[in-house]
C-alpha cells in the first residue's frame, strides 16, 4: 500500500540541528496520523530533513501495515544510522488507529467504476503488410463511472493492435451499444484471440482470489 524510499536518507544532520532522534521520530508520527502525508510544504529547512521525516512517516506505515515488532523496526533502522526506533514504534503503535484510517484512505482512493461494458468480434481480412490475414479481433468497450466529484471524466481515446486495414463483422455477436452520457468515460481496447486468452486467465484467477478472501 505504501511506497518506499528506494536509498534510506542521511540522519547525521539532526544532532548539528539540535534534534533527538527520538524527538524526530515521534514529530514524524504524530504529523503523520494528524495530517497524512500532506506535510511537504511545512516548515522544514532542507530538502534533506522532508526526505528524513518522510521516510520515517512511511517506516511508521509499515509498522502497522504489517504489525512489525520492535526488534525488527530497530534492525531495519539501525541499520540507517537512525537510533529513534523504539520511539517511533511506540508512537506508531499508539497512533495505530489513526495511521490504519489513513492506509485505507490511501487504498480505496477513488477509481473508476465498471458501469457497463460492451464487446463484438470483427474478423481482419487484410492489413497494410498482409494482403489475406484472416485474425479475428475483439473490440471492448469499458463504460466507468466518473472520478472526479463533479461527475465529469476524459474519454479515453481509442488504442488499436491493428490500427489499418479492412474488416468484416462476424455474425451473430450479441453485441449491443446502448447510449453514453457525459459522465460516463468510454475505454477502448482491441484483443487479439491469444489476449482475450490472457485476459480470461486472468480474471479467473483473481476471482480465485476474491473467492478465497470471503
Not at 495511521?99 to 463484438?120: E, K, Q, S, V, Y
Amino acid at each position: 500500500m505504501v511506497q518506499t524510499i528506494e536509498h534510506s536518507p542521511d540522519f547525521s544532520w539532526l544532532v548539528s540541528a539540535g534534534i533527538t532522534h527520538d524527538q524526530f521520530a515521534l514529530e514524524s508520527v504524530v504529523k503523520l496520523s494528524c495530517l497524512g502525508f500532506q506535510d511537504a510544504d511545512d516548515a522544514e529547512k532542507t530538502e534533506q530533513q522532508q526526505l528524513c521525516r518522510r521516510y520515517l512517516q512511511q517506516y511508521a506505515c509499515r509498522v502497522v501495515e504489517k504489525k512489525l515488532s520492535l526488534q525488527q523496526c530497530e534492525a531495519a533502522l539501525g541499520a540507517c544510522g537512525f537510533s529513534g526506533a523504539a520511539v517511533l514504534h511506540a508512537a506508531a503503535t499508539e497512533h495505530s488507529p489513526a495511521i490504519r484510517t489513513l492506509l485505507l484512505h490511501r487504498a480505496l482512493a477513488p477509481l473508476p467504476g465498471l458501469a457497463d461494458f460492451d464487446w463484438n468480434v470483427r474478423l481482419a481480412v487484410s492489413s497494410s503488410r498482409v494482403a489475406t490475414l484472416q485474425e479475428p479481433l475483439l473490440n471492448l468497450v469499458l463504460r466507468t463511472t466518473p472520478t472526479s466529484a463533479s461527475g465529469e471524466g476524459d474519454d479515453t481515446k481509442p488504442t488499436s493492435l491493428l490500427s489499418s486495414g479492412a474488416s468484416a463483422m462476424c455474425p451473430g455477436d450479441g453485441a449491443s451499444s446502448p447510449p453514453t452520457t457525459a459522465a460516463v468515460s468510454q475505454i477502448f481496447a482491441e484483443l487479439n484471440l491469444e489476449q482475450v486468452h490472457e485476459l480470461i486467465a486472468g480474471l479467473k484467477a483473481a476471482q480465485h482470489k476474491m473467492l478465497k478472501c470471503t
